[in-house]
């Protein structure tokens, strides 16, 4: 572990926050946490704390003695000083002489002595902050600290690592009794520098930011030295298939198996992270992966990310991949299953009222392939990916050194149950479509841009293909939500397939196919060149259906139904003169629509058509419509609102018509008219 600490660059950050009245103590507090924030080994997302005692003066000018210490909410990574929240030290330090407090009083208490009543929560590890008299204490779950203190019988291994310089505290529960515990332990010998927490990780604390940061990189470096020079040869490797196959072709059936069955064909989705290593690789391949996986997680707070720990399947054999659903299914059904069993059994330890959580895996280790994080977002997927790494270097740490004896599920279920996450997870509702993927071509012009972005405010992450890559990254960008633009002339087969596996590695699947792309051709039919209405034909119908192949393809790997939209255009209804080369095959596709619908509906697969008319897009452009309004003798305005509402229809309108479909999920064979009422396109 390298230390960080420049000089150069801690004088530059305590001279900038002096111009933003931030004094040097907190200025510094800032520069460390973030050194320390920036490193996965030490804390990953959200995780660890770090704090500084100092004078704040309040709105009335009273000084104060207070701590301030990470706010909960707030990654060390990017903190800045109001992530660090002052609290009142001597409500603080009073509460030392209490028996007991209950973590919402604790909360309470905090709140409570805020200077400024608008901060975060301080950290649950608050009070263990301020019972310890260093001006900057440092807490961090260092992997290679995790790995010492991972084992069955962990004092004495610690006494051998770190000598006596480092307090060792039994594992507690962070909270009220964790802090007392920690400060008898200080206590009992003011000479040690930080303190080693069971099952936990470590605290280090100094009188200026540097000395605290220095112990904290110094102590990870000596569990690190132990770890390589005491390492045991490495674990038995198992036995793979000849050929493995690929994480794009398991990936949708894995993303089926773990999403959670509301009953009556509804699911709630999730999205997958792959992630692949030599290193992680290397460890996954272990022929004990599966025993390591079930014996939890490596630090207690990894519960909020992957729950009581990975899920380990068998490698996948290329030549059974048939087969490889079923195995996959029955995994994640006994993983449920054991999840079950624990809530069952630790909530009925008392009579507080919870109620469980999903009981899906967040974590999947794929013997020679790598892993997939699981997350009703890309992001909390990503994040339980980068879980999955540290609690590798973890694993392997421990195995190296002794065997990975983390805490206990049932001393993890208060944590994982702690009220105060449950509430903060209540709070966090999901949109109508997160956790769904979306997949829409043309997406960059204006039906498949306003599209995209409205599914993508509501929920789903959106891959935006278009002929023009460029123009496809813009769209997903504006649509935001981690959305991702692919470049694909989607009358390619091969283009086409290749724009699903990006969907798939990306996002591990795709639930709502948006089919969009269109383009017209003039002439009258009896007229036209044979070679247009062909390319029409690839186009407006041939395209549509190698789309939405590609789409039940997936759809049938998950297991979890699906949606497809077609734009077929008013003309698949009601043709309009000398544009037979467009309409004609817009017809076939409006027919293709509900082709789909009666072969799939069995498998929970939707099918409906938008028919749409006069928008202004790449199809009808601003010339256009100047030239024909001109034509009809009448102003541009007439000629955009001549139906019978009156109004110009728009692509957003037809945006929403989509997202009615993809909502209405007992809707299937249908068609929506967007064109603000044309009598003579209107649907029997
Ligand atoms: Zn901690």
């Not at 909020?304 to 029955?330: C, E, F, L, N, Q």
């Not at 390319?535 to 190698?546: D, V, Y």
Request: aromatic share 6%; proline share 4%; glycine share 8%.
């Amino acid at each position: 572990m390298k230390n960080l600490w420049n000089d150069d660059t801690a004088e530059k950050l305590v001279a900038d926050y002096a111009k933003k009245g931030v004094g040097r103590d907190l200025a510094l507090r800032v520069y460390t946490t973030r050194l320390l924030g920036g490193v996965p080994q030490l804390v990953l997302h959200g995780g660890g704390n770090t704090s500084c005692k100092i004078k704040a003066t309040d709105l009335v000018g009273d000084e104060w003695d207070v701590l301030c210490v990470k706010g909960s909410g707030w990654d060390m990574a990017v903190i800045e000083p109001q992530g660090l929240p002052a609290v009142k030290m001597r409500a603080l330090l009073k509460a030392r002489a209490l028996d007991k407090l209950a973590d919402e009083d604790m909360v309470a208490l905090q709140r409570a002595n805020l200077i400024d009543p608008s901060s975060p929560n301080p950290s649950v590890e608050t009070l263990l902050h301020a019972f310890l008299p260093h001006k900057f204490v440092d807490h961090t779950h260092s992997t290679a600290i995790l790995a010492i203190v991972d084992q069955e019988d962990s004092k004495p291994l610690v006494k051998t690592v770190f000598g006596s310089k480092m307090g060792y505290v039994p594992y507690i529960m962070p909270g009220f009794d964790l802090a007392k515990a920690a400060a008898d332990v200080f206590d009992a010998d003011p000479t040690v520098e930080g303190l080693i927490l069971d099952k936990h990780g470590i605290f280090t604390f100094g009188d200026d930011a540097k000395q605290a940061y220095d112990r904290m990189i110094h102590y990870v470096n000596v569990a690190e030295e132990y770890v390589a020079e005491n390492a045991k040869p490495k674990a038995a490797k198992a036995a793979l298939p000849a050929k493995l196959a690929t994480p794009a072709s398991i990936a949708p059936m894995l993303r089926g198996a773990v999403a959670v069955a509301r009953g009556e064909g509804r699911f709630d989705r999730m999205i997958s992270d792959f992630r692949t290593s030599d290193a992680i690789v290397d460890f996954i391949n272990s022929a004990a992966i599966a025993d390591y996986a079930g014996r939890g997680v490596s630090t207690p707070d990894l519960s909020i990310r992957i729950k009581t720990g990975p899920m380990a399947v068998p490698a996948p054999d290329a030549d059974k991949v048939g087969d490889y659903k079923g195995v996959i299914k029955s995994h994640v059904d006994a993983f449920a299953k054991e999840y079950r069993a624990y809530f069952e059994t630790n909530d009925a330890l008392d009579d507080v009222k919870r109620t469980m959580l999903d009981p899906m895996p967040r974590l999947t280790l794929v013997p020679g392939l790598g892993m997939f994080g699981h997350g009703r977002t890309l992001k909390d997927a990503r994040i339980a990916s980068d879980v999955g790494e540290m609690w590798i270097e973890a694993v392997r740490g421990a195995e190296a050194v002794g065997r990975f004896h983390p805490l206990s599920k049932a001393d993890l279920f208060p944590l994982e149950y702690w009220s105060l996450e449950q509430a903060k997870l209540a709070s966090n509702k999901p949109k109508p479509l997160t956790g769904q993927v979306v997949l829409i071509t043309g997406g960059a012009g204006a039906i498949g841009a306003a599209t995209a972005k409205l599914f993508a405010d509501n929920g789903a992450h959106a891959v935006v293909v278009d002929l023009d890559a460029e123009k496809a990254a813009e769209a997903a960008k504006k649509a935001g939500n981690n959305s991702i633009g692919v470049g694909a002339d989607i009358t390619d087969p091969v283009q086409v397939r290749a724009a699903f596996d990006k969907a798939v590695a990306v996002f591990g699947g795709v639930d709502i196919l948006v089919s969009n792309a269109g383009a017209a051709w003039e002439g009258r039919i009896g007229e036209l060149d044979d070679a247009l209405l062909r390319k029409s034909f690839e186009l407006n119908f041939f395209a549509h259906q190698s789309v939405a192949q590609n789409a039940v393809r997936i759809m049938l790997e998950q297991g979890t139904g699906g949606v497809l939209l077609f734009n077929t255009s008013k003309q698949a209804v009601n043709p309009g003169p000398k544009f037979g080369a467009y309409g004609v095959p817009k017809a076939a596709t409006l027919f293709l629509s509900r082709q789909y619908a009666l072969d799939y509906g069995t498998h929970g697969i939707r099918s409906n058509a938008v028919n749409a008319d006069r928008i202004r897009s790449g199809l009808l452009t601003d010339a256009m419509i100047a030239s024909r309004s001109g034509a009809r003798g009448v102003s541009e305005k007439e000629y955009m609102s001549g139906n019978l509402l009156g109004q110009e229809v728009t692509a957003q309108d037809v945006a929403q018509a989509f997202l009615h479909h993809a909502l209405a999920e007992r809707t299937t064979a249908d068609v929506t008219t967007v064109d603000g009422g044309n009598i003579a396109a209107a649907l029997r």
